[in-house]
């Protein structure tokens, strides 16, 4: 990396960088992001899947669109009789 004026920089950063952002990839399951990295073990392909905030939200919205979908289907139960009872009657 000193031959193009990057001492700092590592090939296994460049490697880090490219796979982490693999890793964000829309679709890309864990077993692609290991086998584009060689790698045997689910353990170290998740070390490229850093958290991210869009990812974040993209798995909010999804569970919000499958609430909204839950709460649209009609139930066949009957709904339960929510009637507070009366605890304080004394037996005589």
Do not use: C, W
Request: avoid cysteine; charge should be positive; aromatic fraction near 2%.
């Amino acid at each position: 990396m000193a031959a193009i004026g990057a001492t700092g920089l590592h090939f296994h950063d460049l490697r880090h960088t490219g796979n982490s952002l693999a890793s964000r990839a829309p679709g890309a399951s864990l077993r692609d992001i290991m086998a584009r990295m060689g790698h045997d073990s689910p353990h170290a392909a998740l070390i490229y899947q850093n958290p991210n905030r869009e990812a974040d939200h993209g798995i909010a919205a999804a569970m919000d669109r499958a609430v909204t979908a839950a709460r649209r289907k009609p139930t066949k139960r009957k709904p339960k009789d929510v009637t507070p009872r009366d605890d304080t009657r004394q037996e005589k």
